[in-house]
Every structure is written in structure tokens, then in C-alpha cells.
């Protein structure tokens, strides 16, 4: 079957009053049906833009170029009509922070009720007793009761489970998760993630996780893509890439995650510097001023995504295997 | 269960609004008394002098001779009672009386254009922010500020001048009961300001909350555009104009003082602004305490529409 | 600092409407002040041989007389100037007071802002215009009282905006920084709150003088602001309302410099506003 999702060299970038900002740099990926993919990189790496443009979210100073391809359906440039057909129904994103990203003045019964009553052509009633049993399918108590109350009376995860249940409504083909964990609790963001795990199962769908910790991925994800500065510096299956890394910041990010078995460091491992402001491009490999294996060539030449293995590698020197 | 605990919560909150209010008129009415008692010459010091015999017995209908605080507290119970005392210029008349009559028609235009200000100056900001640096959000805007600029004691005559005298269209000025005519360039040039305004705060707030990320999640869903507007971003977007209802009707009461002396309109606008050149004391005390009232009720409608706006209201206090 | 102050100029002069609108005022300012130089009327001298008269040259009655023959060009700008002194003074009065006022109860906080705030809410909730006609009615009307009246209204929105900078000025760490090396409030507020309240109090200096001219020339224009026999654009406007069909110039010229003055001073101000980047407290 082919591709879910496919990004064919999309570039995004902001006009703002001094100038244009580059958050995404001729970035392409496929995400297969039923895979799970992760989208690895800090923030600043144009890891939430590009979603953002599949989904044609992008705010109005926004310019793009490139393609997205949705089950044959070209996203970028598509008109509201084509978008809206497709948005909420089998593309479905889930967003971080669920205070902020749910309406404050409606109901909870409301704003999922009104996804089905927008695609399925349910009648209010209907949609709103769907509602009901998608929270259940959630693991939320008392549903009847959530379902009329606001998001403030909710709980952080409760809020979270409740955006899920949103994007799943519609028995989505592909969901798209920004950093779905990402204002919770440590306790709760287990949870979050096992209810996706389950999710993922019973309605066979793919699934991209994005997200700036490696760690909450890692045993989750079918592949890995790892983002820097704009652009997609590795792509491999998950376990051959946290086993054998082969670009130098993934090998760090694996680096700096704490560890709970083996000897206490003497201290935490960290990154050193800062990525590169979107404003300000360099020449050669965004990553060269940080990387241990920097070379005079890596500050010249940009280094190309090559394919490496099951997958690819954007770096003069990649570590071997 | 729970709907009985929110209507409760509306209640108390509705109760503690109320109990700032009644304080407030309470305190503009003594206010008001003793402003009156301090003024130099007392209401009776006109320009003719009256003999002794008839101003001892106006001082003493006016209950001037009696102690300060019984002369207050006298004014208060005339006040509960609705009787506001004579008019000193239209001696056929109560203060009551004119307050009567000139009420509602005062009240008639000044609703027909906080009405029309919302009806057309909240889409019209709506849109302006949806179709944001267009042609109409240009032209919108460069008139809203026109509308907010310019006084409404120079719009009228404008208007008067060219719809009356130039277009024959309307009437320049006058009443007559039941005319709808006469009545359409003052409600325009009361209309005009908080209309202007209107459109402004609507498009600003409409603007900010259309940023929101909540309002990037209703278009996620693939909901239409105009469901987003309608449903999700209308009533936050309206909190600023709610807020902004009470100075919209202060200022559709003051410009209803000179559009009313314009236009010759029998409303208790023309009746303050020559109880003010008269010098007419009770008259125009009567009318600084019905507006006073107006002001404080209009107050308290919009605690109850914050509430309704903001579900997150209610729960507080 | 200055980089800031460039930036500002910069975007303020890239905004054409508000550059545009600049010029007009500089214009009219400059007209009210130089003017009556170049013309032999008077006033309020009556030229009974020309009552009425349509703007035109004869006698130097550019814009017309009114009714007692009294020369508008002359009159329109005396007014433009008596409006404009009234709406600088009272605007940096207001400024004053409620600058000082907000700063303090921003600055302090706790109780004492909780009762100043207080005060200003149930002054704001009062219909002070109402009260200021209520009182011109006693005590007559003169100009002294006429600027307490305008004063008293204009501070309460500057004391407001300016209490709400200044709390979330406190609230930095630079702020904080001072108060542990021992500075007293006073300094605080001199050295580090005040610089930076500079901008709102600008914006909303500049949109307070548009918001005083209106409001004084709407007592005037009732009859209860300035009176005879000085002039404002309220009184004129008010001259000019009752000869609306017969000579429609009388109300039209001192209504056209009230409305553009108006109009372009509140178009500074909000291109003021855009250019510092100010938001409300």
C-alpha cells in the first residue's frame, strides 16, 4: 500500500519586518500506513512548522514551497474546501498543552460532538452520545458528567485524553501528535503515552509522535527522523538508530539521557552551545560549531541527506555502525 | 446537581455586583445634596429679588429653614418616593413630571443606537479582522477613526445640512410624535461614535484571539471557517466590547445632550442642558440621578454578560 | 536606548497615515499661531457693513463673518489656540497626577494599591461628565474650575495604564536586583520605573490632548465651558449651529479645524502607539 503521508522537499518560511526567517529546509519524509514515526529535535529545529504546513496551520506570514501528499491529496496550497475535508476526519492532530489548545467557553460534549456532526453528518444527539463512549474508550470516569463541563474543571490529563479522544473521532488514517506529554506530570505522561500505544492498535493507524525528548520516544517508534536547525539530519529504524547513531548530535541527545541503571555520573551530560538562530544561516553543516567530529570541510560544504543503512544520514562523517 | 450549584454561584455573584452598586447611587445622591447646599448663593439668589414674604415661604415649601440632616434626610425620602421637588424655571411643572415625559424618548433613541452600534459594528470588526489588510479592513478602519474623532455637535449639523438642506431627504431638526423621519440623523450622529469604537475593539480583540491556539485546534478539525468565528472565537473576542458597553452608554447619554439640543428633541438631554444654562437646581439634579441610575443598571447587565461570556466567571465567588 | 528610540522613529515614519496626519497638525498649529498676524481683523471687532458674508476677500474675511460681522478666520484659529492651550495643559496635568498616582500604587502594591485602585473604580464608575455639568451649574462658570473638571476626569485612565506597567515593571528582575542592593523606593521609582513607563506616558499623553479638546469643547459648546468673550472651537461650532441654513460656513470652518484636529491628533497617537509597540498594562 502506499504511503500514508508523503513531504517531497517542503520549505517553510516566515516573512517578518527584517527580513525572512527559514524554519524549514527542504525537508522530505514518508510516513507509511500503520507505522509509528518520531520527529526528533529541540525546539527552533522547524519540528512543529512542518506539521503545521501539512495541516495548513500556518499562520498568514507564512510562504511555503515544496509538496505534501496526503492519501493522493495535495495538502500545500489546497484550498480551505479540500483541506477541511480531510483535517479532523482522517488527519488528526493532537496538540500539546490541552489548557490552552481547547475552546474555554464551550463544552467538552461540544467540541467533540461537532467534529462528528462536521464529518460524519451525525445529528447533534448522536454525535454527542459518541462523544460519551469515545471518552470511555479514553479511560475517562464519569463521562457523562465530563462531557458537560468546561476544559478548566478538567484535569491536565483528563484535558489530554479528551484531545485525543478529539483526533480519533473520525477514525483517522494518520495522527499527528506535537508533543502530546509535553505539559503534564511525569505520572501522567506514562499513562498518555500508553493510551496512544492502545490506540495505535485498535484503530490501525500511523501514528507521528513529535517530539524534543528522545527519551519519551524511545520505545515507541517504528523510525526515528531527528531534526537540526531546519533540516532532517538522520533517518533510520528506531532501534538501529539508538543503538548505532550514526549522525554526531543524535549520538549526543542519546548521551545526555539520564539514566536510571549504572553508576551516578559525576554530572549530567549536556550539549554544549545553543542550535543556530533561525535568522542567521551558516554555511556548511548547521551542526559543525557543536560537534566533536568537526572538521574545516564541515563548515564549508553543507552535507547532503544520503541514504546509510535502512536510512539516511545527513553529516561528512558519520559514525560507523 | 451541578446546575443547581452554577445557578447559586450566578446568584451570590449577581447579589455581590448588586451590592457595590446600591453604595455607589447612594453615594452620588448625597453627593449631589451637598454639592447643592454649597452652592454660593443659594437657589434662590436669582436675578430678580422676590420680596420677603414669598421667598420666606418658597424657603419654606423647600424646607430650607429646617437642620442640615433633616433637610437631607427629607430629600432622601422624596427621592425613594420618585419626587424629585418643583422645577424652579417651569413652575408648572415637577421635576418628575418633565422627567416623564422626556424619558422616554431619551431612551427610545439612546437604544436604538447602542443597538445599532453593536449590530453593525461587531461584524463589521469581525470581518475587517477575517479579511485583515483587504480593501474593506482599510476602508473600515480609516473610518472608524473618522467616527471616533469627530464630536457628534459637528457630525449633525453635517448631516442636518446635507441630507436636510442640501438632499431634502430628512427633516433638519424638530419632533413630531411618532415620527420616524426626525429621528434618523440624530440616532446616526449618536450612533456613530461607539459604532466606530465598536468595530475598532471588536477587530483588535477578534485579531488576538483568532492567534489563539485554541483557535488553531477548532481549524485542525477541519471545521469551516465561519463555524470557527461563529462558535469558537466570537465570545472571547466580545469580552473587550462587553467591557466596553458602559462607557458606550455614558457616551450615547452625553452625546444624546447635544443631539437632542439640536435637533430639538423633548428628551431629558435638551431638559439638562437648559436646566444648566437656567440654572434650573432640581431639574438638573433630577436628571444627574436618573442617569446616575441608568449608568449603575447598565453596570450590572454587563457583570451578567461577562458572565455568560467567560463560563470560567462563574465559577469564582 | 537610543537604538530603541531609532527603531521607533523608524517604524512611526513608515507609517504614512500617521506622518500624514503629523503634517496636518503641525500645520494647523502652526496656522492658529501665525495667522491672525497676517489678518487686520480683530476678534471680536463687529464689521456691522459685512454680517454674514461668505468667505472671500473683501475686508480680509477669508472665512466669512458670522452673524455680528465678526471675522471667522481670525476667530476660528483664536479658538484653535484656546482649545489646543487647554488640551496641553489639562493633558500634562492628568499626566502628572496620574502618572504619580499609578506609578505609586503599582510601585507599593498590597493594601495600599488594593484601596487606590479602589478609588479610581468607583470614580470611573461615576458619570463624572454628568457631575462636572452638575457642578458648573453651582458654581458658576469660570475657567479655573473648568480645567479642575477636565483634570479630574482625564487622569483616572493614565493613573490606570500607568499602575499596570509599573506592577509588571516591579515585578522584573532588575527591579528586584535594586531592592537587594538596598535603594529606597524613591530611587527605584526615579531611576528604573519612570524610564520605562516613558513610552505608554507618551502614547497615551498624545491621545489624552485629542480626548480633553473634545471634551472641553463639548461644555463649551453647551454653554458651559468657556464663555464669552473668549472663544474656543466649542463656542463657534455652538455659534454657528443655529445659522445652519442661512450661512452654513459659520458652522462648517471652525467644525472642519475641530473635526481635523481632532482627527489627526488621535491618528499620532495611535501611530505613536503602533511605533513604541505599546501594550496595555
Redesign the interface.
Given at each position: 500500500m502506499s504511503a500514508a503521508l508523503i513531504v517531497e522537499s517542503l520549505n517553510v518560511s516566515f516573512t517578518q519586518r527584517r527580513g525572512s526567517i527559514e524554519a524549514v529546509r527542504q525537508v522530505s519524509l514518508e510516513v507509511a500506513p500503520g507505522e509509528c514515526l518520531a520527529l526528533v529535535g529541540e525546539s527552533g529545529s522547524g519540528k512543529t512548522q512542518l506539521f503545521q504546513a501539512a495541516?495548513?496551520?500556518l499562520?498568514?506570514n507564512a510562504s511555503t514551497d515544496g509538496r505534501v501528499i496526503f492519501q493522493g491529496v495535495e495538502l500545500l496550497g489546497a484550498d480551505?474546501a479540500t483541506?477541511?475535508?480531510?483535517?479532523?476526519?482522517k488527519l488528526?492532530?493532537v496538540?500539546q498543552?490541552p489548557m490552552?489548545?481547547?475552546?474555554?467557553?464551550?463544552r467538552i460534549g461540544t467540541q467533540l460532538a461537532?467534529?462528528l456532526v462536521?464529518?460524519a453528518g451525525l445529528s447533534w444527539r448522536d454525535a454527542w452520545r459518541s462523544a460519551g463512549s469515545m471518552l470511555e474508550r479514553m479511560r475517562i470516569a464519569e463521562p457523562q458528567?465530563r462531557l458537560?463541563q468546561?476544559p478548566?474543571?478538567l484535569s491536565g490529563g483528563m484535558r489530554q485524553r479528551v484531545?485525543i479522544g478529539?483526533s480519533l473521532l473520525c477514525e483517522p488514517s494518520l495522527v499527528i501528535a506535537d508533543e502530546p506529554t509535553a505539559s503534564l506530570d511525569v505520572t501522567v505522561q506514562g499513562q498518555i503515552m500508553e493510551l496512544l500505544r492502545a490506540m495505535r492498535r485498535e484503530f490501525d493507524m500511523s501514528l507521528v509522535l513529535i517530539s524534543h525528548d528522545l527519551a519519551v520516544v524511545a520505545g515507541f517508534a517504528d523510525r526515528i527522523l531527528v531534526m537540526y536547525a531546519g533540516r532532517i539530519v538522520e533517518n533510520a529504524a528506531a532501534v538501529e538508530l539508538l543503538g548505532h547513531p550514526r549522525h554526531p548530535y543524535t549520538a549526543e541527545l542519546i548521551r545526555c539521557i539520564p539514566r536510571i541503571t549504572g553508576p551516578l555520573p559525576g554530572r549530567m551530560a549536556t550539549l554544549a552551545g545553543q542550535p543556530p538562530r533561525p535568522q542567521d544561516p551558516q554555511p556548511g553543516c548547521a551542526f559543525a560549531p557543536r560537534c566533536p567530529r568537526a572538521a574545516p570541510h564541515c563548515r564549508v560544504e553543507r552535507p547532503p541527506l544520503r541514504a546509510l543503512g535502512s536510512g539516511a544520514v545527513a553529516c561528512h562523517f558519520p559514525l560507523d555502525p | 446537581m451541578r446546575s443547581v450549584a452554577r445557578l447559586a454561584a450566578m446568584v451570590r455573584y449577581f447579589l455581590t455586583r448588586l451590592a457595590t452598586a446600591i453604595p455607589t447611587l447612594f453615594i452620588i445622591v448625597t453627593i449631589t445634596f451637598f454639592v447643592m447646599r454649597a452652592a454660593p448663593g443659594g437657589p434662590f439668589d436669582q436675578e430678580q429679588a422676590l420680596p420677603p414674604e414669598i421667598l420666606a415661604n418658597l424657603q419654606n415649601a423647600y424646607g430650607q429653614n429646617l437642620p442640615v440632616w433633616r433637610q437631607y434626610v427629607r430629600y432622601l425620602s422624596s427621592l425613594a418616593h420618585g419626587d424629585f421637588g418643583p422645577s424652579f424655571k417651569y413652575k408648572d411643572f415637577t421635576v418628575t413630571e418633565l422627567i416623564g415625559q422626556g424619558l422616554p424618548v431619551t431612551l427610545k433613541l439612546g437604544s436604538i443606537a447602542i443597538v445599532l452600534a453593536l449590530l453593525l459594528g461587531i461584524p463589521l470588526g469581525a470581518l475587517a479582522a477575517v479579511r485583515q489588510n483587504s480593501v474593506l479592513d482599510y476602508t473600515a478602519m480609516s473610518l472608524a477613526v473618522l467616527g471616533i474623532a469627530i464630536p457628534s455637535f459637528v457630525v449633525l449639523p453635517v448631516l442636518a445640512l446635507l441630507f436636510g438642506i442640501y438632499l431634502h431627504w430628512l427633516p433638519v431638526a424638530g419632533w413630531e410624535p411618532g415620527s420616524v423621519r426626525h429621528l434618523v440623523l440624530p440616532i446616526a450622529a449618536l450612533t456613530l461614535p461607539p459604532l466606530a469604537y465598536i468595530a475598532r475593539l471588536t477587530r483588535g480583540s477578534m485579531l488576538e484571539v483568532l492567534h489563539s491556539q485554541f483557535i488553531r485546534t477548532a481549524r485542525a478539525k477541519g471545521l469551516p471557517l465561519r463555524t470557527v468565528i461563529l462558535r469558537h472565537a466570537m465570545r472571547p473576542a466580545l469580552m473587550p466590547v462587553a467591557s466596553y458597553l458602559v462607557p458606550a452608554v455614558a457616551a450615547i447619554m452625553t452625546g444624546s445632550l447635544v443631539v437632542e439640543s439640536i435637533a430639538g428633541l423633548p428628551g431629558i438631554g435638551r431638559y439638562l442642558v437648559q436646566g444648566a444654562v437656567n440654572r434650573d437646581y432640581t431639574l438638573v439634579l433630577g436628571m444627574v440621578i436618573i442617569y446616575s441610575a441608568l449608568l449603575i443598571g447598565m453596570g450590572l447587565l454587563v457583570d451578567l454578560l461577562y458572565a455568560w461570556l467567560d463560563p470560567r466567571v462563574r465559577s469564582q465567588r | 536606548m537610543s537604538a530603541l528610540v531609532q527603531d521607533a522613529v523608524a517604524r512611526f515614519l513608515a507609517n504614512r497615515g500617521a506622518v500624514a496626519a503629523l503634517l496636518v497638525a503641525v500645520l494647523i498649529v502652526a496656522l492658529s499661531i501665525a495667522g491672525p498676524w497676517f489678518n487686520p481683523n480683530g476678534y471680536d471687532t463687529l464689521d456691522w457693513l459685512h454680517t454674514a458674508a461668505r468667505p472671500g476677500l473683501p475686508q480680509a474675511h477669508w472665512f466669512g463673518t458670522d452673524r455680528l460681522g465678526r471675522d471667522l478666520f481670525v476667530r476660528t484659529l483664536q479658538g484653535t489656540r484656546v482649545s489646543l492651550t487647554i488640551g496641553l495643559v489639562a493633558s500634562a496635568v492628568s499626566v502628572l497626577i496620574g502618572v504619580g498616582y499609578g506609578a505609586i500604587a503599582g510601585y507599593v502594591g498590597g493594601r495600599t494599591d488594593h484601596i487606590m485602585m479602589r478609588i479610581i473604580e468607583i470614580l470611573s464608575g461615576l458619570p463624572l461628565i454628568f457631575f462636572i455639568i452638575f457642578v458648573t451649574v453651582f458654581f458658576g462658570r469660570n475657567v479655573f474650575l473648568l480645567f479642575v473638571s477636565i483634570g479630574a476626569v482625564a487622569w483616572l485612565t493614565m493613573a490606570r495604564i500607568v499602575r499596570g506597567q509599573t506592577m509588571s515593571i516591579r515585578r522584573q528582575e532588575f527591579v528586584e536586583a535594586a531592592v537587594a542592593c538596598g535603594a529606597t523606593p524613591a530611587r527605584i521609582i526615579m531611576r528604573h520605573v519612570i524610564p520605562n513607563l516613558i513610552g505608554t506616558v507618551v502614547v497615551y499623553a498624545t491621545l489624552s490632548v485629542p480626548q480633553i479638546i473634545l471634551f472641553e469643547s463639548f461644555l463649551s459648546f453647551l454653554g458651559l465651558g468657556i464663555q464669552e468673550p473668549s472663544v474656543s472651537l466649542g463656542t463657534l461650532v455652538a455659534d454657528g449651529a443655529g445659522e445652519l441654513e442661512a450661512a452654513p460656513w459659520i458652522i462648517l470652518i471652525p467644525g472642519t479645524f475641530l473635526a481635523l484636529l481632532l482627527l489627526c491628533l488621535n491618528i499620532c497617537g495611535d501611530g505613536l502607539r503602533d511605533a513604541l509597540d505599546v501594550r496595555q498594562g
Open positions: 495541516m495548513g496551520l499562520p498568514k480551505d483541506l477541511n475535508r480531510v483535517r479532523g476526519s488528526a492532530m496538540f498543552d490552552m489548545s481547547l475552546t474555554p467557553h464551550l461537532e467534529v462536521q464529518h458528567l458537560r468546561y478548566h474543571e484531545m478529539m | - | -
